[in-house]
């Protein structure tokens, strides 16, 4: 899951939208919903959208 929070704070938003349905499916974890709350304030709306609707 590294590789997951990694990417969700990544360059590229396209990577980081991509990234959060993979942290959704495992939320249960820590370190999932931590990534998905930092991506709540993400600067691409997309992003945003998708890991307030994974929360």
């Given at each position: 899951m590294p590789a997951l929070a990694l990417a969700v704070a990544?360059?590229?938003a396209g990577v980081r939208e991509a990234a959060v349905p993979a942290l959704t499916r495992?939320?249960?974890a820590e370190e999932a919903r931590a990534a998905?709350?930092?991506a709540t304030r993400?600067?691409?709306a997309d992003v945003r959208?998708?890991?307030a609707r994974a929360l």
């Open positions: 990544g360059p590229r495992r939320r249960a998905l709350a930092t993400d600067s691409d959208a998708r890991a």
